[in-house]
Nanobody, 123 residues
Framework: VQLQAYGGGLVQAGGSLRLSCAVS????????VGWFRQAPGKEREFVAA????????EYADSVKGRFTISRDNAKNTVALQINSLKPEDTAVYYC?????????????????WGQGTLVTVSS
């Protein structure tokens, strides 16, 4: 299974971006897809996750109300809409797949990771 995140870029504070994660290979293994981010000098942190059906979503408190995760299983893609960007959102964003059927915030529960995409927010 391969996951590829894309859609990052440089944006001013208050702006928006839409990140996408393309999942290929044995996609049925990965029931839950999550987004994480890692800022320079910091540990990777959970951002959002979505269940296989898309019926359950989970967000980090720091992004609730600003980020929206969604998925299109027919196209094997998961999107992360990011609004009202703040400089502290600057990080490399990664998508990851978990075999668990429920959403989870733990890095250790995700078994497949894609290369990240850089989001830079200027003040």
């Amino acid at each position: 299974v391969q996951l590829q995140a894309y859609g990052g870029g440089l944006v001013q504070a208050g702006g928006s971006l839409r990140l996408s994660c393309a999942v290929s290979g044995r996609t049925f293994h990965y029931r839950t897809v999550g987004w994480f981010r890692q800022a320079p000098g910091k540990e990777r942190e959970f951002v959002a996750a979505i269940s296989w059906s898309g019926g359950v979503t989970e967000y980090a408190d720091s992004v609730k109300g600003r980020f929206t995760i969604s998925r299109d299983n027919a196209k094997n893609t998961v999107a992360l809409q990011i609004n009202s960007l703040k400089p502290e959102d600057t990080a490399v964003y990664y998508c990851a797949g978990s075999v668990l059927p429920q959403t989870t915030t733990s890095v250790d529960d995700y078994h497949a990771w894609g290369q990240g995409t850089l989001v830079t927010v200027s003040s």
